[in-house]
Nanobody, 123 residues
């Protein structure tokens, strides 16, 4: 059984940077498709980035401002976010798919979710 735990959220000023971590257990990251989603109050869960066997993918709103990566030795995935904006404020979730998703940006393609970590960007 796969478990993922996020960390690294907090408060940052607009224009700042933040790195989120997602530690996985139960399976090696290389055998999973990993992604990040976020959800702001009153809004649907939104795709942020994914790291698949085909490559990396980013939401249009985050292109050029974030990088998804992994450290296989630590079995940990990272989301580095730069030039943060107040509209990036949300709970950020790490997600894992045991089988390669057909649509990597769809939340229901992912089997395992973390508890989420709050990111707040002040103006």
């Amino acid at each position: 059984q796969v478990h993922v735990v996020e960390s690294g959220g907090g408060l940052v000023q607009a224009g700042g940077s933040m790195r989120l971590s997602c530690a996985a257990s139960g399976r090696t990251l290389s055998s999973l498709t990993m992604a990040w989603f976020r959800q702001a109050p009153g809004k649907e869960r939104q795709f942020v980035a994914a790291l698949t066997w085909r490559g990396t993918y980013y939401a249009d709103s985050m292109k050029g401002r974030c990088t998804i990566s992994r450290d296989n030795a630590k079995n940990t995935e990272y989301l580095q976010m730069n030039s943060l904006k107040p509209e990036d404020t949300a709970v950020y979730y790490c997600a894992a798919a045991l089988s390669p998703p057909v649509y990597y940006a769809r939340p229901n393609e992912y089997n395992t979710w973390g508890q989420g970590t709050q990111v707040t960007v002040s103006s």
